[in-house]
Nanobody, 130 residues
């Protein structure tokens, strides 16, 4: 059974930082991508960042470039999202998700498309106050 468990959300003032963690277990593929997404009520789930197992390639949405950093600790089966210079518009429920990329040859932007991911965590709330 594939499981993803997020943690690290909370309330922070604008300009502050948070680090989210996503512990992954049970995924059988060696070629995969783990993504972070966020969602606010009434809007579609938005891709924030992802990291591939092959070479550790990373991708970011324009809205978070230069402020968020995705990383991984393979020994702990954990992916992190370090969020800095947070803004009120970063307020959302943040989810991590995983998909295989064994036959993926599309543009990197496709890896930030939520419908392409197969397994999801339960989400963690991030609230940035002004």
């Amino acid at each position: 059974e594939v499981q993803l468990v997020e943690s690290g959300g909370g309330l922070v003032q604008a300009g502050g930082s948070l680090r989210l963690s996503c512990v992954v277990s049970g995924f059988a593929y060696d070629d995969y991508a783990i993504g972070w997404f966020r969602q606010v009520p009434g809007k579609d789930r938005e891709g924030v960042s992802c990291i591939r197992s092959i070479r550790g390639s990373t991708y970011y949405a324009d809205s978070v470039k230069g402020r968020f950093t995705i990383s991984r600790d393979n020994a702990k089966n954990t992916v992190y999202l370090q969020m800095s210079s947070l803004k009120p518009e970063d307020t959302a429920v943040y989810y991590c998700a995983i998909r295989d990329t064994v036959s993926f040859y599309g543009p990197s932007g496709d890896l930030l498309e939520a419908p392409s991911y197969d397994y999801w965590g339960q989400g963690t709330q991030v609230t940035v106050s002004s």
